[in-house]
């Protein structure tokens, strides 16, 4: 299924006043690497699977070995909604907006904010990490690519 486009608000993220983050002591690294344009995920270092929230445990093989690794920001549209009405109303100014579960090319799932960029949305398009400030905070959303084939898979990058 496919939804015509629409543009991003005219708005500047940067002065919303919304809830923030809550950062614990296992996920602060996630949001240091986000403020400097990085994406970092928990990875076992037994299994090699990534997690798509840190974990103390590895939830494939039980492994208590886990560090932070970098991943692409290379992603696809798993699936999405379009929010019309915000659920919190510092949101609301920002709407409408697109709310997705984007699958890294490295496997993690993971719930974002996607930019359309006059793009249409459809599950299997292929989007990259766009690190935007919101607020005082600095949020992996995530941006449709302009090039559909841009998702690799796994493999590809090994």
Same mark, same amino acid.
């Given at each position: ?79 999405? +909604?379009?929010?019309?009405? *915000? #659920? ?5 100014? @920002? %709407?409408?907006? $697109? ?12 719930? +974002?904010?996607?930019?359309? *960029? #006059? ?5 299997? @398009? %292929?989007?990259? $990490? ?17 090039? *559909? ?10």
């Amino acid at each position: 299924m496919t939804h015509a486009a629409t543009s991003f608000p005219a708005i500047d993220l940067a002065t919303l006043s919304v809830p923030p983050p809550t950062p614990t002591a296992l996920s602060s690294p996630f949001w240091v690497a986000a403020a400097e344009g990085r994406l970092l995920f928990h990875r076992c270092t037994d299994c090699r699977r990534f997690t798509a929230y840190p974990r103390e445990i590895c939830p494939h093989c039980w492994s208590q070995n886990q560090a932070w690794e970098e991943v692409s920001g290379r992603a696809e549209v798993q699936t999405f +909604t379009r929010v019309h009405q *915000a #659920g919190n109303a510092g949101w609301q100014l @920002a %709407a409408p907006y $697109v709310i997705a579960l984007v699958r890294l090319i490295e496997g993690p799932v993971i719930l +974002t904010q996607l930019i359309e *960029a #006059g793009r249409p949305v459809r599950a299997g @398009a %292929a989007c990259c $990490v766009a690190f935007t400030k919101v607020g005082d905070w600095t949020l992996p959303f995530f941006r449709l690519s302009a090039d *559909a084939t841009a998702v690799t898979t796994v493999e590809e990058i090994s």
